[in-house]
């Protein structure tokens, strides 16, 4: 049966590396539909919103989404789309794996970790104000045993799927005794129950100084949803750059694809961007409608081009364009 896919191209360089990531997708002849519609910047011009309610009603028909990165203005402007998706489907786990591929050049070797992110709390939440004349102002950061509970468990169910050994929990509970008390003690609880997966808890800043030390050490990470979204980015550090770092989003029943970096206005249109993390994003789909052959052909493909280096992007640094890299990796899949 034909899966059916809602598709959502993006801002800023979104629509090309989505597009890669499609042509990358179709070579492999997966039984694929995709539905296209737009969030973000280009629906803002049409409908006054950028996450009109028929994007979250398509998601919600469908299952399954691959999306693009769409633009956050910093400091003012309409609240982050990415969060609003998080929080109205309750997309609560942020999957974003980083993984070493040989031939990308880096100061590591053999990384493979995992960030478990909860997606829907945290300093994330917004609630935020000023408090005197807009020259200050105030936040406040909300954590649930719930959440906590349910993000934790879902890091350990991953690691026992995934066949992993250890699940490191993150937190700064020795500042904020309150907020990460409840998500380092429902942690602590929820590991007992998982005797077989090794458990440690590290606190955020010496997690920061181990990771770039002895990454080798570290299997899946759970975390608060700040703390996450910080630590995934320095992980994506550790194998060359956000330029490979693909990210998920699930609910207990839908799931949201996408690359961990942002739009890249500036390059938006230049044919220069790596579409790694946005093809790598869709193997992470393709796995999860059990797609498996075509997410395996990917991966394949991918391992051959890095291997060789003769068609790297410039982060990488290659020349090849989007396009080039695109249609060679196209060309391994179908050797």
Known sequence: MMKRVVLIPGDGIGPEVIGSCVRVINATDADIEFIKIDAGESAIEREGTPLPENVLNLIRKYKVALKGPITTPIGSGFRSVNVELRKRLDLY?????????DGIKTRYENVDLVVIRENTEGLYVGIERYTKNESEGETIRRITKRACERIVRFAFEYAIKENRKKVTAVHKANIMKVTDGIFLNTAKEVAEEYPDIEFEDKIVDNMCMQLVTRPELYDVIVTTNMFGDIISDLCAGLVGGLGVAPGANLSEDIAVFEPVHGSAPKYAG??????????????????????????????????????????????????????????????????
């Open 93 to 101: 786990a942020n999957i974003r794996p980083a993984k070493s591929f």
């Open 270 to 335: 230049l044919d220069k961007v790596n579409p790694t993390a946005t093809i790598l994003s869709g193997v992470m789909m393709l796995r999860h409608i059990g797609e498996e052959d075509s997410a395996n052909k990917i991966m394949n493909a991918l391992i051959d081009v890095f291997k060789e280096g003769k068609k790297l992007t410039f982060d990488l640094g290659g020349s090849a364009k989007t396009s080039e890299f695109t249609e060679y990796l196209v060309s391994k899949i179908r050797d």
